[in-house]
């Protein structure tokens, strides 16, 4: 009961003051002293507005880049990562399958079990060149916009 006393009395200054709304109609009932109206306004002379800059700049053309280079590197550099990706995502996919239930027939050529513990050190690798690949394509792209060349997806 107390506790619904304290926070009544600490929100009903609130709620009484939420209540009030004014509108446009309501401000013909503030006098505020220095403020402009509307007609005082009107009476102000318009404001200068420059049409023209002060001193034109000339046009700077920056310089042509050959982007032919960088291009053919970044589309090597994505095939290759692209080649890399799809090999340890065919890797992934046959540890998969020699961890399920369906590994071990010895009539089948398909991975069996152990063979996640054979194929870690690839699947390492294959993630490590990944990786140095994404930085390489990095390097090459801050290099390409350095250099002012556009180096786009194809």
Known sequence: MKRFLVLTVCLWPGLLLAQ???SNADLVHFQVPGA???ADLRLLEPLVVQKEPAARLPLVMP??????P??????????????????????????AFSE???????????????????VRSLIRELSKRITLLDHEIDMLLDDARQAGATVGIR
Do not use: K
């Open 20 to 22: 009030q709304s004014y």
């Open 100 to 118: 399920s239930a369906f590994a071990g027939d010895p009539q089948s050529f398909a991975p069996r079990a152990g063979y996640r513990a054979r």
């Open 36 to 38: 402009y109206t509307n």
């Open 63 to 68: 310089p042509h880049v050959d982007s032919v």
């Open 70 to 95: 960088f291009q053919v590197h970044y589309d090597g550099l994505v095939r290759t990562r692209a080649y890399l990706s799809a090999e340890l995502d065919l890797e992934l996919e046959r540890v």
